[in-house]
Structure formats: C-alpha cells, structure tokens
Nanobody, 125 residues
Framework: VQLQASGGGLVQEGGSLRLSCAAS????????MGWFRQAPGKEREFVAA????????DYPDSVKGRFTISRENAGDTMYLQMNRLKPEDTAVYYC???????????????????WGQGTLVTVSS
C-alpha cells in the first residue's frame, strides 16, 4: 500500500488543522492505520491509531481530547482532526499502516509496515 499525507501548514496556538492520508494499492480496509510525528531533535512518537474497521481508536495522553482520528467507510482515506493546537504539537506528521486482524491498532513504530511521506505542522505561539 502507498500512503500520501497532506494538510499540514502553519497555524496559531489554539487553532485547528485536519490532516489527510490517502492510501492506494492493496485495499486499505486490510490495514490498521495511524499517525506518528517527529519534532526537531526528537524521536518519532505515536499520535493516533485506528483499527482496520474503524471501531477502535487509541491516543496518547498528550493529544487525547484534542485530536480525533477517523477513516472513510471505504477505508482509503484517513484523517487526523487536530484542535486546540499547541506549540509543542509542531512536528512532521507521518501516516502509517500495517496489515492486521480486526480490532488491532498500531501504536509503536516497530509495528509499522508502511510509511507515508511527512507533512509539516507548525504551531506558532
């Protein structure tokens, strides 16, 4: 599967952005998908995950209540709605996918099989 992320940009603190990740190739309904981010000088970290059926979602505490992950019924596009953005959310955001059984989510980089290119999110204070 090939992944194409988009939607990044510059936003003021407290603002919102929506990232998209378009999947092509093997039907993405076979895959759990997720978002990771990497800030300058820091390791890549988990941001949000959604199961292949879309029923299970996971978030780290740092974004819980502010970020929402979703995917279209057809499963070919995944979204990350980011609200109440903070300067510490500034990073390159990467979409990810792994072929899984139903209900599983991917929350660690070691489980990611496919990466999209990153999209830069910059939050100004």
């Amino acid at each position: 599967v090939q992944l194409q992320a988009s939607g990044g940009g510059l936003v003021q603190e407290g603002g919102s952005l929506r990232l998209s990740c378009a999947a092509s190739g093997r039907p993405s309904g076979y895959y759990a998908m997720g978002w990771f981010r990497q800030a300058p000088g820091k390791e890549r970290e988990f941001v949000a995950a959604i199961s292949r059926g879309g029923k299970v979602r996971d978030y780290p505490d740092s974004v819980k209540g502010r970020f929402t992950i979703s995917r279209e019924n057809a499963g070919d596009t995944m979204y990350l709605q980011m609200n109440r953005l903070k300067p510490e959310d500034t990073a390159v955001y990467y979409c990810a996918a792994t072929e899984t059984i139903s209900g599983e989510t991917i929350t660690t980089m070691t489980r990611v099989e496919y990466w999209g290119q990153g999209t830069l999110v910059t939050v100004s204070s």
